[in-house]
């Protein structure tokens, strides 16, 4: 994949980047020795701009543009291999989606279609309750202008008697509401704090 | 000779997740036949909700937690201390809820979003956990009338079954023998399968389709190489990989497979003697008649030579 950035270490390093990532993760990435065990056992390195083990070593260089605008934060599957095998203990997956999360935060994310069909799964589940896989595809489709995006599947889907029209609501949906309201208040109220 | 089961029955509360509701719908159908045929009374949270999956937990995992706390919450109000969920992605929110509840720093936040009484006194378990730990292969054994000798079935675990291993605190991270030992109990050969946990390509089905394509054909790939005639799985993303979308995997590597995808507990039900409309086998895309057929005809071939010994 493309290389976008040209590494100027020193002019770009944010010192302060990587406590802000060890206290959102909970992970000592100080402790990476770049073995590369991480991106070794990632099923997902051949689409990354930056391997795993080069997103752990940019966030140790304080590298945070390039890191919270980078591809690889977004197409991560959140598999646990690079946990697993991370002989440092470093919960590598939980950094990348602790990435994901700052990366929202500061508005930088890379992977608008990714976020977006998750913006379009929390959008149901705070109205419904619950999520209708099957209805979701054609709205993801509409919005991300890829209408066509798996209609090849849809006559097979309904051919077994698999597209529920109409999304069974939960009774209890308005307290489904509530926890995204509460958790919406209890994060502007944390962005004031730190602000 | 069948041995009956112990009349003593197990009561777990259900949660089975959107998944198992709609494109799932037969591994909640086969789950529940197959843990009514082991003795295992499964109770359907009431009103349950979803649990946020992934883009819960890449918005913040504290909304993650909340949304899957709700469920406990309720299991909990209803006396239960274990819940059973048969989707890896929901049991991995249900813990992570537990998770964030038994963090000091993060208790408050969480109850203060989830606005329910919750103790935390509750612990959430998988499916295969449930076989395997609590019921055991000893007793799927004595449970199986039809047994599947003439199958050869690989297992394949996918990513979270068992990862990471801290957290999930279920089988071998590297190398799980749940499934296997499992499919064994049930008669089936089960051939070494390298890509148990190899990942599929998760949710990129929706937004990179191409990448689920190369993955899930690996795996397809494999099972094939070494001479499997099904692929027994216990992930409701897996299986949708595997199974809806092999026509996209043969136009990707434009090749020809016909792999039935099976979940376990169909298996589990056929090898019970259960009939396979109860157990939602026609409700899979990779038709799974051949295997159906095989089956069938090795019970004509035991009984034309007198049965196996009642
Ligand atoms: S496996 Fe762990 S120590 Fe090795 S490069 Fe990855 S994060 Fe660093
Ligand atoms: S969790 Fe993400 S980074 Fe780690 S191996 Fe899986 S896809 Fe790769």
Same mark, same amino acid.
């Given at each position: 994949?493309?290389?976008?950035?040209?590494?100027?270490?020193?002019?770009?390093?944010?010192?302060?980047?990587?406590?802000?990532?060890?206290?959102?993760?909970?992970?000592?990435?100080?402790?990476?020795?770049?073995?590369?065990?991480?991106?070794?056992?990632?099923?997902?390195?051949?689409?990354?701009?930056?391997?795993?083990?080069?997103?752990?070593?940019?966030?140790?260089?304080?590298?945070?543009?390039?890191?919270?605008?980078?591809?690889?934060?977004?197409?991560?599957?959140?598999?646990?291999?690079?946990?697993?095998?991370?002989?440092?203990?470093?919960?590598?997956?939980?950094?990348?989606?602790?990435?994901?999360?700052?990366?929202?935060?500061?508005?930088?994310?890379?992977?608008?279609?990714?976020?977006?069909?998750?913006?379009?799964?929390?959008?149901?589940?705070?109205?419904?309750?619950?999520?209708?896989?099957?209805?979701?595809?054609?709205?993801?489709?509409?919005?991300?202008?890829?209408?066509?995006?798996?209609?090849?599947?849809?006559?097979?889907?309904?051919?077994?008697?698999?597209?529920?029209?109409?999304?069974?609501?939960?009774?209890?949906?308005?307290?489904?509401?509530?926890?995204?309201?509460?958790?919406?208040?209890?994060?502007?109220?944390?962005?004031?704090?730190?602000? | 000779?069948?041995?009956?089961?112990?009349?003593?029955?197990?009561?777990?509360?259900?949660?089975?997740?959107?998944?198992?509701?709609?494109?799932?719908?037969?591994?909640?159908?086969?789950?529940?036949?197959?843990?009514?045929?082991?003795?295992?009374?499964?109770?359907?949270?009431?009103?349950?909700?979803?649990?946020?999956?992934?883009?819960?937990?890449?918005?913040?995992?504290?909304?993650?937690?909340? /949304?899957? #706390? %709700?469920? &406990?919450?309720? +299991?909990?109000?209803? =006396?239960?201390?274990?819940?059973?969920?048969? @989707? *890896?992605? $929901?049991?991995?929110?249900?813990?992570?809820?537990?998770?964030?509840?038994?963090?000091?720093?993060?208790?408050?936040?969480?109850?203060?979003?989830?606005?329910?009484?919750?103790?935390?006194?509750?612990?959430?378990?998988?499916?295969?956990?449930?076989?395997?730990?609590?019921?055991?292969?000893?007793?799927?054994?004595?449970?199986?009338?039809?047994?599947?000798?003439?199958?050869?079935?690989?297992?394949?675990?996918?990513?979270?079954?068992?990862?990471?291993?801290?957290?999930?605190?279920?089988?071998?991270?590297?190398?799980?023998?749940?499934?296997?030992?499992?499919?064994?109990?049930?008669?089936?050969?089960?051939?070494?399968?390298?890509?148990?946990?190899?990942?599929?390509?998760?949710?990129?089905?929706?937004?990179?389709?191409?990448?689920?394509?190369? /993955?899930? #054909? %690996?795996? &397809?790939?494999? +099972?094939?190489?070494? =001479?499997?005639?099904?692929?027994?799985?216990? @992930? *409701?993303? $897996?299986?949708?990989?595997?199974?809806?979308?092999?026509?996209?995997?043969?136009?990707?590597?434009?090749?020809?497979?016909?792999?039935?995808?099976?979940?376990?507990?169909?298996?589990?039900?056929?090898?019970?003697?259960?009939?396979?409309?109860?157990?939602?086998?026609?409700?899979?895309?990779?038709?799974?008649?051949?295997?159906?057929?095989?089956?069938?005809?090795?019970?004509?071939?035991?009984?034309?030579?007198?049965?196996?010994?009642?």
């Amino acid at each position: 994949m493309e290389r976008v950035h040209t590494l100027a270490i020193q002019a770009t390093s944010d010192p302060r980047f990587i406590g802000e990532v060890e206290r959102a993760s909970g992970q000592q990435i100080s402790h990476c020795y770049q073995c590369g065990n991480c991106s070794a056992s990632c099923a997902y390195t051949y689409v990354y701009d930056y391997p795993a083990n080069q997103i752990m070593r940019l966030v140790q260089l304080g590298q945070k543009d390039i890191v919270l605008t980078s591809k690889a934060i977004w197409l991560c599957a959140a598999c646990q291999a690079c946990t697993t095998r991370c002989p440092c203990n470093i919960d590598v997956a939980k950094v990348m989606e602790s990435l994901r999360v700052l990366s929202r935060q500061e508005k930088k994310v890379s992977g608008r279609d990714i976020q977006l069909f998750y913006d379009e799964f929390l959008k149901l589940v705070k109205r419904f309750g619950r999520v209708f896989e099957t209805g979701l595809l054609p709205l993801f489709g509409m919005k991300a202008k890829k209408p066509f995006t798996d209609m090849d599947l849809a006559p097979r889907v309904i051919r077994k008697g698999k597209l529920g029209l109409i999304p069974h609501k939960v009774k209890g949906r308005k307290h489904v509401e509530g926890i995204f309201e509460r958790f919406e208040a209890y994060c502007s109220r944390r962005e004031k704090d730190k602000g | 000779m069948p041995v009956e089961l112990k009349p003593k029955k197990t009561t777990v509360a259900y949660y089975q997740g959107c998944s198992l509701e709609q494109m799932a719908s037969e591994f909640d159908v086969s789950t529940r036949v197959v843990c009514d045929a082991l003795g295992v009374e499964l109770v359907e949270i009431p009103d349950w909700s979803c649990c946020g999956s992934t883009p819960a937990h890449s918005y913040d995992p504290l909304l993650s937690a909340a /949304l899957s #706390g %709700r469920n &406990l919450a309720i +299991a909990e109000q209803q =006396g239960f201390d274990v819940v059973m969920t048969p @989707c *890896p992605g $929901c049991l991995k929110a249900l813990k992570g809820a537990l998770k964030v509840f038994k963090d000091p720093n993060k208790r408050e936040a969480f109850l203060e979003i989830l606005q329910m009484p919750f103790q935390g006194n509750i612990q959430a378990v998988s499916n295969l956990q449930l076989y395997f730990e609590t019921i055991g292969t000893e007793a799927i054994r004595n449970r199986v009338t039809k047994p599947l000798t003439s199958l050869s079935i690989v297992p394949y675990y996918g990513c979270l079954i068992s990862r990471p291993p801290d957290f999930m605190q279920f089988d071998d991270p590297e190398n799980p023998i749940s499934m296997d030992r499992i499919l064994e109990a049930l008669g089936a050969s089960v051939p070494e399968f390298p890509f148990k946990t190899e990942c599929c390509g998760a949710t990129y089905g929706v937004t990179r389709n191409e990448i689920v394509g190369k /993955l899930t #054909g %690996r795996i &397809l790939d494999m +099972a094939n190489r070494v =001479g499997a005639q099904a692929i027994a799985v216990s @992930c *409701p993303l $897996c299986q949708q990989n595997l199974d809806l979308r092999q026509a996209q995997v043969n136009r990707y590597w434009r090749r020809d497979f016909h792999m039935p995808v099976l979940y376990i507990s169909q298996f589990m039900g056929l090898a019970f003697g259960v009939e396979p409309e109860s157990l939602g086998i026609d409700k899979l895309f990779v038709e799974a008649d051949s295997l159906l057929d095989i089956l069938s005809r090795e019970g004509e071939r035991d009984q034309s030579v007198g049965g196996k010994m009642a």
